[in-house]
């Protein structure tokens, strides 16, 4: 078992920025494949981003390519992800997630362990 914990989210304006982290416990962070993933309402859980135990690949949805970065702080136990340029419809609520099998992963399906959302709001 994982704990996972999302913090960091807020109202912003347009074109601002936020950094969510994640922190998780239980078990050997390091193991873990980590994927961030947002929801809006009335809409599917959607992927946003991933990134692989040691952090040295990254996968991005293309609406937030360029504008967000994913990265890891294996000895913190700890995954960010980096919003820049914020859009209001990058408003929802986000996800970390984690799951210990393969290499990359952006279906929600694919992933075992779920923090419990933080909202991003962004105004126009």
């Known amino acids: 078992q994982v704990q996972l914990a999302e913090s960091g989210g807020g109202l912003v304006q347009a074109g601002g920025s936020l950094r969510l982290s994640c922190t998780a416990s239980?078990?050997?962070?390091?193991?873990?494949?980590m994927g961030w993933f947002r929801q809006a309402p009335g809409r599917e859980r959607e992927f946003v981003s991933a990134i692989t135990r040691s952090g040295s690949n990254t996968r991005y949805v293309d609406s937030v390519r360029g504008r967000f970065t994913i990265s890891r702080d294996n000895a913190k136990n700890t995954v960010y992800l980096q919003m820049n340029s914020l859009k209001p419809e990058d408003t929802a609520v986000y996800y970390c997630a984690a799951v210990q099998r393969g290499t990359m992963a952006t279906m929600a399906s694919t992933y075992d362990y779920w923090g419990q959302g933080t909202q991003v709001t962004v105004s126009s």
């Open positions: 239980g078990r050997t962070f390091s193991l873990f494949l």
